[in-house]
């Protein structure tokens, strides 16, 4: 597919998804709505993926919503009859949740890579994100506030999860820079980089040391702690019992014994894309 808003690529068992929109801050504009969903689908089908890297291009890595979403908005949001313009304003902030939820719900880490500015809309999808890295002269800012509306689309209910619920608290009523440093110090970011290129690189490095893995080792302990942050610790271990019932086969272990004795790299089959199943009627 041809993306306008994005890059993205595909190489030795990584993808790499790239905000393309340089000259407007990478700002999210209606076709970034379209395509980051159909990106993750093309990287959901692919044939073994095990990591996704999320970078951008130019100063920042994204100033959020476009402001075309918020100067030429669909009339549907303001107009017509109220229950019916509120019901159709839930559906439409659904629909936008669910993009960055995408990100969560892939069975591969997700890795963002962050320079300059990330703010609003971007720090929403850093959010769902498995783990974040910026240069030093990144910040992010829950900049909803200071426009007027409330954040709507996951960083109040995932930021609490990364760092301090205090903290966020805080960010999100004064609509402040977190810059580079608290950043790491908060525990929001994993490490800092002096600029851009040098944290590519590290990222492509992590990236590359996931990949070598087993996909379904990967896959199920991103599956795990997803499910922990949101239950119990008795519930998290029970399901991690019934999970590995029926997931755990001897195949990769002995592959990863066998590669070590021999002193040789570890080839893990792929595992299943999940390109749609294509049925022809029996009739």
Known sequence: MAYSSIQ???????????????????????????????????????????????????KHFSAGMDLEIFSQP???????????????????????????????NLRMPVLAAIQGGCIGGALDLV??????????????????????????????????????????????????????????????????????ATMLSAVMEIANQIAAHSPLAVAGSKAMLNYARDHSVADSLNYMATWQAGMFQATDLMESMQAKQTKRATHYAPLHNTAPIMTKSSN
């Not at 107009?79 to 990100?103: D, H, K, P």
């Not at 954040?151 to 810059?179: F, H």
């Open 8 to 58: 993205l690529e595909f190489n030795n068992k990584i993808a790499h998804l790239i905000l393309n929109r340089p000259a407007a801050l990478n700002s999210m504009n209606r076709a970034f709505w379209q395509e980051l969903p159909a990106a993750l689908r093309e990287v959901d089908q692919a044939d073994d993926i095990r990591v996704l890297v999320i970078s951008s291009t130019g």
């Open 74 to 104: 669909d009339p549907r949001m303001f107009g017509g009859e109220g229950s019916r313009r509120a019901e159709f304003m839930r559906r439409l902030v659904l629909e936008l949740q669910a993009c960055f939820s995408a990100l969560e």
């Open 127 to 196: 959010c769902a994100c498995d783990s974040r890295y910026c240069t030093t002269d990144a910040f992010f800012t829950i900049k909803e506030t200071e426009l007027g509306i409330t954040a709507d689309l996951g960083t109040l209910q995932r930021l609490p999860k990364w760092i301090s619920p205090g903290l966020v608290r805080e960010l999100a009523y004064t609509s402040r820079n977190l810059l580079a440093d608290e950043a790491k110090a908060c525990g929001l970011v994993n490490k800092v980089f002096p600029e851009q």
